[in-house]
């Protein structure tokens, strides 16, 4: 099988890539990606030589260079769709490359679906187009009640795709997974943030009373249900991807504290985000009827992670204080 994977460069993009190639010997990949701030090549090193693999950097928002990169793949092959801008925060301080790239970008995918044809279309979303959610999970039939300007603009995504499949029949899929963790994720997110911050030396930045909610997925545990909605899930239909593992913020930031030999005083308390979220929580029962289940054991997979970026510095010292106008953002909100 020919796959087009776009976005490939990012963290969970490049993890998808690394499970296809060992998972399918005989299929190639095509990775397209603009490489913004978060597209890393670093990401993919190991795998740069292997015939089976090839790169093109390109806009997914470009309708000449995702038409090429559509024809090359061909009719008979797959394309997933990682490739969007994907930090609430930085939503929060500008937020038109989220709707560029996550709306516009997406029409542009289609419309070469439809132009030249592919044998599925993937599109990978997330768990906070459903907002937030008190008690209970939301399934797919949920309603989209997006809080972000990413999110709105991830929600704006998934409902072009729906769009696409009612009026064009289209063979498309929508997977929204919860909070991935796991190697090579930008040192922006809260887990790579917090253990980062700490191998320097700073504290970390807890956001308002610290006690919302998110369910971590182990990031090849999302790969695992990716590739199964793919090839086994039904043409329009939308899979939910969850880790079932619930923490609060708190409790995160506690137990990396713990695995780095550091206590309390090493946590700042900033103020909240605008908007925050209080809680993520997917139903996963309709994907789990394909047979999958996540596999990772959430504490040992994270400190897995923590061991990674430990031996990792270089990965993450060259990226991670590379955006001035990010960096002073939020210096100025921790500061209110
Ligand atoms: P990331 O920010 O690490 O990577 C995004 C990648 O997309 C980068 O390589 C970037 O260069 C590329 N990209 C951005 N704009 C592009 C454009 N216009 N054209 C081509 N490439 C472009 O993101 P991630 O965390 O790996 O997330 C991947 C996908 O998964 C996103 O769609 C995100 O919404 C979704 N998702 C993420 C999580 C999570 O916890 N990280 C959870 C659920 C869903
Ligand atoms: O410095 C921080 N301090 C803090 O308390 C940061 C960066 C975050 N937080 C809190 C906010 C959230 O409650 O930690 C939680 C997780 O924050 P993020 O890592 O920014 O993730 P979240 O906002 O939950 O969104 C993520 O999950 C869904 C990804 O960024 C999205 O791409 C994905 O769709």
Request: with cysteine.
């Amino acid at each position: 099988m020919k796959y087009l994977v776009t976005g490939g460069a990012g963290f969970i993009g490049s993890n998808f890539i690394h499970y296809l190639l060992d998972k399918y010997p005989d299929c190639s990949v095509i990775n397209f990606d603009k490489l913004t701030y978060a597209g890393n090549l670093a990401n993919l090193n190991d795998i740069q030589s292997d015939p089976r693999y090839s790169f093109i950097q390109g806009d997914i928002c470009d309708q000449a260079a995702v038409e090429k990169a559509v024809q090359q793949l061909g009719s008979a092959g797959m394309i997933v769709n990682f490739a969007a801008e994907t930090h609430v925060d930085r939503s929060i301080m500008a937020a038109g490359s989220f709707v560029q790239t996550d709306v516009y970008g997406t029409y542009t995918l289609l419309e070469a679906v439809k132009k030249y044809q592919v044998k599925r279309y993937l599109h990978i979303s997330t768990d906070e187009v459903y907002g937030s959610i008190n008690s209970g999970s939301f399934n797919e039939e949920s309603p989209l009640q997006p809080n972000s300007p990413y999110a709105a603009s991830k929600a704006g995504g998934d409902l072009v795709v729906r769009a696409y499949f009612k009026t064009f029949n289209l063979p498309v899929l929508i997977t929204r997974a919860s909070n991935n963790y796991g190697p090579y994720q930008y040192p922006e997110k809260v887990i790579p943030l917090f253990i980062t911050n700490l191998l320097e030396g700073k504290k970390v930045p807890l956001y308002g009373d610290g006690k919302n909610v998110r369910d971590w997925l182990h990031v090849m545990d999302h790969c695992s249900g990716i590739d199964v909605a793919l090839h086994q899930g039904q043409l329009g239909e939308v899979y939910n991807i969850g880790g079932g593992n619930e923490k609060e913020n708190v409790w995160l930031t506690n137990f990396i504290l713990q695995q780095l030999g550091k206590g309390a005083e090493s946590i700042e308390r900033v103020k909240d985000r605008p908007g925050h979220d209080r809680r993520y929580s997917v139903d996963c029962s309709k994907i789990r009827r394909l047979a999958w289940q996540p596999r990772f054991d959430f504490e040992k997979g994270l400190v897995e992670t923590i061991n990674w970026y430990k031996n990792n510095p270089q990965w993450w010292q060259e990226i991670k204080h590379k955006q001035a106008d990010y960096q002073e953002f939020q210096a100025a909100w921790y500061k209110k």
